[in-house]
């Protein structure tokens, strides 16, 4: 599953439909009657009056930036009009269902354009399903909505690739049940995705463009590491982050990830506890599965998604012995990684959980 309630920007690619992108371009926006505009304001909760001012705070405007919102016509619902993330998020939402739409996009839509046509997508099917049998409807979660928005707009704006492999984990899950043999009148428990987070770090540090964030025409590469894992809850995926995980030992990352996967299903987790993350694992391994195509939690520029292990025949040279093999599923950004720099990553990745001395060297 790919995570994503950790609300953190991601950087567009250029889509033909990004609002500010459109505004940008069309010369027709400042030839519209401002009685119209007037009228989509009152008929639309999410546009902003002509001729008011943006009003929001530098995170707002970042993040409005990063999703191509043109923050002049979002009306704020904050103190003093002020515009908040969510006004920005309903806003977007709005456009993409056709509810409402850009300057640019109305001065280039067809008349009578909607759910979706403004973008020059098809409408979204409106469906009567009672025709069909009993329904009953139900109210999204929280957290369902919030990690909506970011992953429609992370696998809109974000040039996926995914690459698979299979990596062999057969002596590293003996150490890890040993270790938990002895460690048990202790209380620890390792985990096997502990491990995957230090494996992580070393692969960051072999290939540092896989810790970057894109800004613009720069790319920032960044000299922490700090590991996101997403957190199954009853209201659905949350992401908690390992802060320096470089600097700590997998019993100490086995340690807190329990309590951070505590708070998650409580419903505690704070802002701190879910941002600054450079790279982020996604795991079904309790669960089963092959493999999938994790959407990158922006703006990170990779996503390592694990399946569960299972044992399969390889051929040694002489005999085919039994193997734990792990199904790896990495999606990067295409813009700040090439295809041979992805393989090279899973590769090595893949040999750290075979041979964890590795993480030594």
């Not at 492999?165 to 202790?186: H, P, S, Y």
């Amino acid at each position: 599953p790919s995570p994503q309630p950790s609300p953190q920007g991601g950087e567009g690619a250029k889509p033909a439909a990004a609002p500010s992108q459109a505004a940008a371009s069309s010369p027709a926006v400042q030839a519209e009657p401002v009685e119209a505009r007037s009228q989509a304001a009152a008929h639309n909760p999410t546009v902003a009056p002509t001729g008011s001012l943006p009003h929001a705070s530098p995170s707002v405007r970042k993040f409005a930036r990063e999703l191509g919102v043109p923050l002049e016509e979002v009306k704020g619902t904050g103190p003093k009009n002020r515009i908040t993330e969510q006004d920005v998020q309903s806003f977007t939402k709005a456009v993409m269902s056709g509810q409402a739409s850009t300057k640019a996009q109305g001065a280039k839509a067809p008349a009578g354009g909607g759910g979706g046509e403004a973008l020059g997508l098809l409408p979204w099917p409106k469906v009567d399903f009672t025709k069909f049998g009993e329904i009953e409807r139900k109210d999204m979660s929280r957290i369902k909505k919030i990690s909506g928005a970011n992953l429609h707009r992370n696998w809109v704006l974000i040039p996926h690739v995914t690459n698979h492999d299979d990596c062999d984990i057969t002596e590293l899950e003996a150490f890890r049940v040993q270790m938990n043999k002895e460690n048990e009148k202790a209380g620890i428990k390792l985990t096997m995705l502990a491990f995957m987070i230090k494996a992580s770090v070393a692969a960051l540090k072999k290939f540092p463009e896989f810790n970057s964030s894109l800004d613009g025409e720069q790319l920032v590469l960044k000299k922490y590491f700090h590991i996101g894992f997403a957190a199954d809850t009853p209201n659905g995926l949350v992401v908690p982050v390992i802060k320096d995980a470089d600097k700590k030992g997998v019993i100490q990352i086995s340690t807190e990830m329990g309590e951070l996967a505590k708070k998650a299903r409580d419903g505690k987790l704070g802002p701190a506890d879910m941002s600054g993350a450079c790279f982020t694992i996604s795991s079904l391994g309790g669960i089963g599965g092959r493999y999938f195509t994790p959407i990158i939690n922006a703006p990170e520029v990779a996503i390592m998604g694990v399946c569960k292990s299972q044992i399969e025949p390889k051929w040694d040279g002489k005999a085919f012995v039994p193997k734990l093999m792990l199904p790896l599923s990495l999606s990067w950004d295409h813009r700040v990684i090439d295809g041979a720099a992805a393989a090279r990553f899973n590769a090595f990745f893949g040999q750290v959980l075979t041979d964890f001395r590795r993480v030594l060297l």
